[in-house]
């Protein structure tokens, strides 16, 4: 005889909860995950001399995934009364009440927690600079509201996976890789503003603070700036490691790209800013490139 007390598990119900937690997490947008991941793989790369360990590599692979998911699901939390009066934002599971605040709290500790133990599988020295990259991931939601410049603490967070993979390759963090750590918050610093510029009217009306904002007219000048920086700091970068040619046309087609950049955004459309925004994706993938080629 069936049972109707004890019917079992709904399976629709969790199919339905586990599609909101990963929309939360942003799992369907995986352009923070390769933004995320590119320094990281960069500094790997360097740090082995082009063979890093594959329990490292898949560690710092699956933790990027993690910490870029915990670091959406805090952004949403933070921004829960911001994100219903944005047009864009509107939508997002907290904000149109599909996933409740409490649930985005669980879901972003038992994302720590799953980064937690698989950088547990790492060296002591790699497990202490941990605690900052979570610390950094945590408060740059909130730096919005206090500050002009929050794309220069996701700049932070996301390099942090820099040290991190020094540490965890060799056990020390050398000046290249803070060198690294530099490029990665001036391509945060960058990337993020031409996101920001899309929202710019928006953030205005609600009073939410950006360099987008704080650049104002300026911003594409700002941004070329930065951009000019990036590039010199990266040309270091090749020539501290001895890279060669393959390296040096990377960073060609680097500037290039940041030159087709600046002409998306010579209008500052939302679409075309956020157009210039996922573009930077291909960015960090030719200076992988560049990287990898130099050591095969």
Known sequence: MKNHLN??????????????YAVLARLNKPIGIFLLLWPALWALW?????MPRPGVLTVFVLGVILMRSAGCVINDYADREIDPRVNRTKDRPIASGRVSPDE????????????????????TFTILLSIGGVMLAAIYPFMKRYTHMPQIILGMAFGWAVPMAFA?????????????????????VIYDTMYAMADRMDDLKIGVKSTAILFGD????I??????????????????SQFGTAYNIAVLIAAILMVYHQY???YRQPALCISAFLNNNWLG????????ASYY
């Open 285 to 292: 993938a030719v200076i992988f490139i560049g990287i990898a």
């Open 7 to 20: 019917p079992g598990i709904n399976w629709r119900y969790v199919r339905q909860r586990a599609y909101q």
């Open 104 to 123: 985005a709290m669980l879901l972003f500790m038992a994302l720590c927690f799953s980064a937690f133990l698989l950088v547990l599988t790492m060296n």
């Open 264 to 266: 998306l955004i010579r």
């Open 223 to 240: 941004i070329g700036i930065l951009q000019a920086m990036m590039l010199f700091a990266l040309y270091l970068i090749g020539q501290q």
């Open 46 to 50: 360097i740090a082995a001399e082009g």
């Open 168 to 188: 965890a390759q060799t056990n020390s963090v050398p000046k290249i890789a803070w060198l690294i750590y530099v490029v990665t918050v001036l391509w945060a």
């Open 218 to 221: 300026a911003d594409r000048v």
